[in-house]
């Protein structure tokens, strides 16, 4: 029997169109920025994009996958962040090669990102509903709030740490010693490492692994205790240790935006804007427009919520006076498109009428 090899599964297509999409938008990015037509507005929103759109897909792992409502998110962030900066700060005398350097950072705030969500699920996931999104906000609050009270100096006598007070600190500042992490005023001096190039791999690197990761027996086992809890206890799933691995590896890749988005700002501190509960709403928001359990609708969404704000801000102040309304409109309408079936089954007959007719399978008895 002749088999048909485009007959790929429908999930195995819709990831790979979601990739070719970016891949289709990261080389017309390419093109535009080679002609030198864009804006520095447009381009100073091209690795927060990436930031973004890894967190959101991330997220989408806990939120849409495993059906948990997490608020907590920016806080592995701010660990990822914190992490890597002192790392790369650390090690810039030591390590000269600066893409490895990064490469290291990354891979450190990601870890320690996921360690702190093993360490935080343990106790937190066996919750559900409010109670988890109460918990995992407190969670994000503590780390920010911890972090804004530390004080951490690297000398000829190693690392050095104090709480609430930077003159508990003894530094040999003749020798080279020199205060890394300075309270509340945060960290200044990190590399400038993140380009928009490091940010596209790193995306394409989030989505290859969550699109596996979900169509994997592993991930077959979260969506079931989505579903159904009780049901898939019932057959043998443990529930608890598959929760914890997703929420996990969303944490190790929140961790990775975290060092990407340090690396990209020449001053890091913990604010409510930056690694409090608002940014974690601002991810959630973007799940929820783009779809639960839809990795291409994050990614869209992401793109469109985040940038849309920006790019008015160049109009004529009529537009940008009304820059905010026309964006809440822009997140209702969304919202309603998403949620409503009506629409959704117009949308798909439209789209229907562009799709090629199915060729017929072949006869039973056709030659090999």
């Not at 530390?150 to 000398?155: I, P, R």
């Not at 960290?187 to 969550?210: A, E, K, N, Y």
């Not at 077959?220 to 043998?236: F, K, L, P, Q, Y």
């Not at 004529?316 to 997140?331: G, H, K, S």
Request: glycine share 8%.
């Amino acid at each position: 029997m002749k088999k048909n090899v485009s007959n790929l599964n429908p999930l195995t297509k819709k990831n790979l169109i979601t990739l070719l999409m970016c891949v289709v938008i990261f080389a017309i990015v390419q093109i535009w920025q080679a002609s030198g037509s864009m804006g520095s507005l447009y381009q100073g929103l091209l690795v927060p994009i990436c930031i973004y759109i890894i967190m959101a897909v991330s997220l989408n792992l806990v939120v849409g996958y495993l059906g948990e409502l997490s608020l907590g998110h920016a806080g592995f962030m701010c660990v990822g962040a914190y992490v890597s900066s002192m790392f790369s700060i650390m090690t810039q005398n030591t390590i000269g090669n600066s893409l490895l350097r990064f490469a290291i950072a990354i891979l450190i705030g990601g870890i320690c990102a996921a360690i702190f969500g093993i360490i935080v699920g343990i106790p937190v996931l066996r919750l559900r509903g409010d109670y988890l999104a109460i918990v995992t906000l407190a969670f994000g609050e503590i780390i920010k709030n911890i972090v804004n009270v530390l004080y951490v100096g690297v000398d000829n006598n190693g690392v050095q740490i104090a709480i609430e007070n930077s003159a508990n600190i003894n530094l040999d500042y003749a020798n080279g010693g020199k205060m890394i992490l300075n309270g509340p005023q945060g960290i200044t001096g990190t590399p400038r490492d993140s380009t928009f190039v490091i940010g596209f791999i790193l995306v394409m690197i989030t989505l290859i692994v969550i699109m596996n990761f979900v169509n994997s027996r592993t991930g077959r086992a979260i969506t079931a205790i989505r579903d159904n809890r009780i049901a898939a206890a019932s057959v043998g799933i443990n529930v608890t240790k598959y929760k914890l691995i997703a929420f996990a590896l969303a944490a190790f890749f929140a961790g990775v935006a975290g060092a990407l988005y340090s690396h990209n700002t020449a001053s890091l501190s913990a604010t409510t804007k930056n690694f409090g509960y608002m940014m974690s709403i601002m991810v959630l928001v973007y799940v929820v427009l783009g779809g639960m359990a839809s990795i291409r609708g994050s990614v869209i969404a992401t793109i469109i919520l985040y940038a849309l704000p920006e790019v008015l801000r160049q109009f004529n102040d009529n537009i940008n006076n009304y820059r905010m309304l026309i964006y809440a409109i822009i997140l209702i309408v969304m919202m309603i498109i998403n949620n409503n079936d009506t629409i959704k089954d117009k949308l798909n007959i439209f789209k229907s009428k562009f799709k090629r007719k199915k060729v017929p399978k072949e006869t039973k008895g056709a030659e090999v």
